[in-house]
Nanobody, 113 residues
Framework: QAHLVESGGGWVQPGGSLRLSCAASGIYFTAAPMAWYRQAPGTQRELVAAITHSEMTKYDDSVEGRFTISRDNSKIYLEMNDLRPEDTGVYYC?????????WGQGTRVTVSS
């Protein structure tokens, strides 16, 4: 069974930066397309960015040019720059385009002044 652990969230002022990390186990990670998802208060979870095993990437229009997804042999990362209040939410990693049926606890990002 997949086990996903996200970290790196926190509070930051608008315009600030954060780097999220996700450790995944119980899956064939090196071959797995992975993604970051975000759930803002009162909304459904949405795709933020995805990366294939060959490091092709896809971004939601709202983060294009500000966020960068990357991976190494054991983790995926989300470098977030020029953060905006609308980026506030809980960030999760999981498979893409289909998730693994279980979700980690996520890491909370709060962008406010």
């Amino acid at each position: 069974q997949a086990h996903l652990v996200e970290s790196g969230g926190g509070w930051v002022q608008p315009g600030g930066s954060l780097r999220l990390s996700c450790a995944a186990s119980g899956i064939y990670f090196t071959a797995a397309p992975m993604a970051w998802y975000r759930q803002a208060p009162g909304t459904q979870r949405e795709l933020v960015a995805a990366i294939t095993h060959s490091e092709m990437t896809k971004y939601d229009d709202s983060v294009e040019g500000r966020f960068t997804i990357s991976r190494d042999n054991s983790k995926i990362y989300l470098e977030m720059n020029d953060l905006r209040p609308e980026d506030t939410g809980v960030y999760y990693c999981n498979g893409w385009p289909r998730d693994y049926g279980v979700w980690g606890q996520g890491t909370r990002v709060t962008v406010s002044s």
